[in-house]
Structures are given as C-alpha cells and as structure tokens.
C-alpha cells in the first residue's frame, strides 16, 4: 500500500492581498486529480468513526471510495442519499468538529479532507450536465406548509415531497436559502450554490411562495385549516445588542443589517449596485463567532482600511471555525483579544467615531465550558472607528409565537419542541433549526428538519398525535 499523506491534499486559494478587492470565493475546490488523490488517504475503515461524527450520517467511507475510483456520480448518488445540500454542506458546515475531529487519520496525521471531497462531488455535478432528481412516491393527497426557507425548511420539504405529499414552502423574503443567502457572504458560500438547490427543490414539485410572512400576511391557525400539517422553520433572525450607551448611533448596525444589506440588498455588486450602507475606513466587530467573520472580513471587501475584531475572550475560546479565523488573519483583520466595548461616542452630526473598551482577563469557566471574561477596572481606552458590527448572537423572532395561541416558547423565544420529532405543543405544528435550538448550525438545522420530515409524515398518514 502507497505510503499516506500526512496532511490533507491542498486545496488552492485567492492569494489574501487579491481576495480581499473582491467578493468570489476563497477556495477553488479540488480538481479531479487532487480529489481522488485526497480520497486515496481514505482507509475505508471497516467501523468507520467519522459516520458517527456526522449528525445526518452519510456513509463517508462510501462516497470517497467512489471518487478513490474515479466514479464521481456514484459519490454523488451516494452522498445524496443522506443529504440534500452537500454543495453547501462541504462548504460551510464544522467538519474539524464532526467527522474529521472522528477520522481515524487524526490520531496521528491530518483526518481526511471529507468536506472538501463532498464539495468536490457535488461541484463536480453541477458542472456535468443535469442533476438526477430523486423518484416522489406515489401521491397521499396531503397537503404540508413549510414556514421558512432556510435550512431546515429547505430539508423538511425535499423529504416531504419525495414521500409524496404536496409541499407549500412560505418565505417572507424575496429570496429562498435563509442565513444561506442573507447571511454568509458570497466569498464563502455562493448565492448561484444556494439557488441551485433550490430549483431542484421546486422540479421537484415543491411550491415556493416568496414575499409571504407567517403571522402577517397570515396565521398558523390559518394554514391548519388549509394544510394537514405546519412545519415552522423560521430562524433566530432577531439580533442581539449590549445595550449600551450610544448603540443607537449612526453607523452601528447588527451584523444581520450589515450582512443582510451587502448580501441580499447586493452591496457586495458595487458598483453596478447603490446599496445604503456605511462603507467604513475603521470597522470594529464586536463577537468571535462565524457571524464576527463574516463581518470583519466583508469590511475588507467594502474598501476599509483597518477592520478590528473586539472579543472579551482570548482565541482560544473562539467559537467561529479554524478556518474562518485563519483567513481572517490572513487577510489582515486585527484581533484585539480580552477586550469588550463599553460604549460609543460621537461626532458632531451623530455618527460614531469613537468606542470606548476596557480589558479583560479570564476566571473559572462558566455554563458554557468556557472560561469567564472579567473585566479589569480602570483599564479603559478608546478606540477610533466609524463603524461598528454588533455580531454577539441572534434569538428567534417573536412574530410567530405571539399570533399562534397555545404555541410554547423558552427562556430566549424559542419554540418548545420534542428533540426527537419537532412537535410543538400545538397539535399538527412542528418546528426545527434555530428557532427551536436558538442560533446553530446548518448541519442541525437540516437535522432536525430530517427528524420532523419523519414524524410529520405518520402524522398525517395516521392522524396520530
Ligand atoms: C453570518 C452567518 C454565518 C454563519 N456561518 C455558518 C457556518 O459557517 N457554518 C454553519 O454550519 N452555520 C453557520 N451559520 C449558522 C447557520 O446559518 C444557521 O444555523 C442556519 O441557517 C439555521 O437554519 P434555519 O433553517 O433554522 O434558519 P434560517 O437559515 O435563519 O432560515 C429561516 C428562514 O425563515 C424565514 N422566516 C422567518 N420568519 C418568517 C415568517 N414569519 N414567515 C415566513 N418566513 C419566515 C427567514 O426569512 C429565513 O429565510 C451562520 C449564520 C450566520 C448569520
Ligand atoms: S474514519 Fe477517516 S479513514 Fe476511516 S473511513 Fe472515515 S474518513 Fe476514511
């Protein structure tokens, strides 16, 4: 046997002084040659530990070995048997914390590349020729609203309407895909992947119904008299300030604003766009997660000269990807560590120029495992900008649970479900993704989207609750 690579075969990328003048992808995917090579590290382990990493449980060892031989539509066929968006899974999901941090390589070498080899198959299709749709069972004659088209809804209505039943997806945007497409910008997740998939959906059969918000345009208890079953898959979409003095000032936005703006108001096409939006010369992020990067990194993009993540931890406890963080750094955001803001002052007409911080050091870890940031008195210093991101975390939006009588809600709004199948305690209402686990990942969302496909569908051939 062929001695293994001790790391991952090496995917090429936008130099970091380029990418930082443009909006296309980081990465440029593998070509045939380097993804069978990265698939030949594979060793086809006869209990292999990544499936249990992968919380939709793709047969790994079964996709690579495919493209070991060269056969890259049975990959394909392979990995879609178990997820719907491999496309956007190899692109954005946590690999170094699910299957790769499992890969049997990763106890002495580098695991295997499984997400840049699922972006490999499904790129690989989409460039040869028409994607095989999956065979819909024969009709039921059910009727199913699918509430939110992110995710969750994007996976609870590609199961349902392979069962067989008529699926109705309702999106208050003029844009289905989620934080997909308003949120993670197009240098790490293109909008054309997103759109892709959703066309397939609607070949499919699905019925997509844009610019339609639940609980406005109208109720749940609307849809249950038109519909057998609800399926609410609408996010954690409310943004999260500190509330702190001069947060309301000119120039402060929440990341959803500032990403929502570039992204799916397209300031990121300038100039053949005019989006409003402030393009600073002094940006700060305040946060350490994907949502923090995504930010800092689309302040480059927009023509700032220094873009500054401000976090209250160190990097350690950083929660955004590896990956996501390196390319940061690469790209020249400043990282100020143990540091949080404390307010914002401004100039004469009301736009921020200053933000005033203090330094932090770490106590005893709190409920989240991490170590507690405590502030350090009399350390404060202010820092100039004329921007700031505020990227500290999303809670769902109270819209459907305050127009849906007898619908649960948690401490942070989220719908109360069963873990198992997504019912809430209203009966023929399920729910998944952030809106039940608050802001999360893709690869749960589509998760619990999968589960509540299951239980929705012996709801509504039985009856039973
Ligand atoms: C900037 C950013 C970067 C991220 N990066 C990553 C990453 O790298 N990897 C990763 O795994 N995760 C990442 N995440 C998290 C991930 O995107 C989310 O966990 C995931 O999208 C949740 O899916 P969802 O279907 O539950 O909700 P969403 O994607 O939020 O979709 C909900 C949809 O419901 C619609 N909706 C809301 N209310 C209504 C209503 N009343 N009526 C009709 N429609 C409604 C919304 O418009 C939206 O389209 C990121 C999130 C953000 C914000
Ligand atoms: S654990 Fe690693 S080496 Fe083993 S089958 Fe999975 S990807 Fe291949």
Request: aromatic residues 6%; glycine residues 10%.
């Amino acid at each position: 046997m062929a001695k293994i690579s001790p790391t991952k075969t090496k995917m090429r990328e936008q130099p970091p002084q380029e990418r930082i003048k443009n909006f296309q992808e980081v990465p440029y995917g593998y070509s045939e040659e380097e993804a069978i090579l990265e698939a030949q590290r594979c060793l086809q382990c006869p209990k292999p530990t990544c499936i249990t990493g992968c919380p939709v449980e793709i047969d790994i060892p079964g996709f690579i070995g495919f493209i070991a031989k060269g056969d890259f539509p049975g990959a394909i066929r392979r990995l879609k048997e178990k997820n719907v968006l491999p496309a956007i899974c190899g692109r954005v999901c946590p690999q170094e914390e699910q299957c790769e941090k499992l890969c049997i390589l990763g106890k002495k070498l580098q695991p295997v590349g499984i997400g840049r080899l699922e972006r490999f198959a499904a790129d690989w299709e989409a460039a040869h020729g028409v994607p095989e749709l999956p065979q819909r069972k024969r009709r039921t004659g059910k009727r199913i609203a699918v509430v939110g088209a992110g995710p969750a809804g994007l996976t609870v209505a590609g199961d349902l309407i392979q069962m067989g039943h008529e699926v109705t997806l309702f999106e208050a945007l003029h844009e289905a895909g989620g934080v997909l497409v308003y949120g993670i910008p197009e240098f790490r997740l293109p909008k054309l992947i997103v759109g892709r998939e959703v066309e397939n959906l609607c070949k499919m059969g699905v019925k997509l119904v844009k610019n339609f918000v639940v609980g406005t345009t109208k109720t749940v208890d609307e849809l249950l008299e038109e519909f057998n079953a609800v399926f609410l898959g609408t996010g954690a979409g409310l943004p999260w300030f500190m509330q702190l003095p001069g947060e309301n000032l000119n120039g402060v936005y929440s990341a959803n604003e500032y990403l929502t703006r570039v992204n799916l108001m397209k300031a990121y096409l300038f100039p053949q766009y005019d989006t409003p939006i402030q393009k600073g010369k002094r940006v700060a992020t305040i946060g350490g997660g994907n949502v923090a990067m995504d930010s800092a990194r689309t302040a480059l993009r927009l023509g700032a000269d220094y873009s500054m993540i401000i976090y209250r931890r160190s990097r350690v406890e950083m929660p955004a990807r590896n990956e996501e963080i390196h390319h940061a750094e690469e790209e020249g955001v400043e990282f100020h560590f143990l540091t949080n803001p404390v307010g914002y002052y401004s100039d004469a007409n009301g736009w921020v120029k200053e933000a005033e911080c203090i330094k932090m050091r770490l106590g005893e870890p709190d409920s989240s495992g991490r170590r507690r940031p405590i502030p350090i008195e009399r350390s404060n210093f202010r820092i100039p900008v004329d921007t700031v991101v505020v990227a500290i975390g999303n809670s769902p939006n109270p819209l459907v649970p305050s127009t849906t009588p007898g619908l649960e809600t948690g401490r942070h709004g989220n719908i109360v479900t069963d873990e198992l199948t997504g019912k809430t305690s209203k009966k023929g209402v399920f729910a998944g993704g952030d809106v039940a686990t608050g802001a999360a990942t893709v690869i749960s969302a589509m998760g619990a989207g999968r589960k509540a496909a299951r239980a929705i569908d012996e709801y509504v051939r039985t009856g039973k609750w």
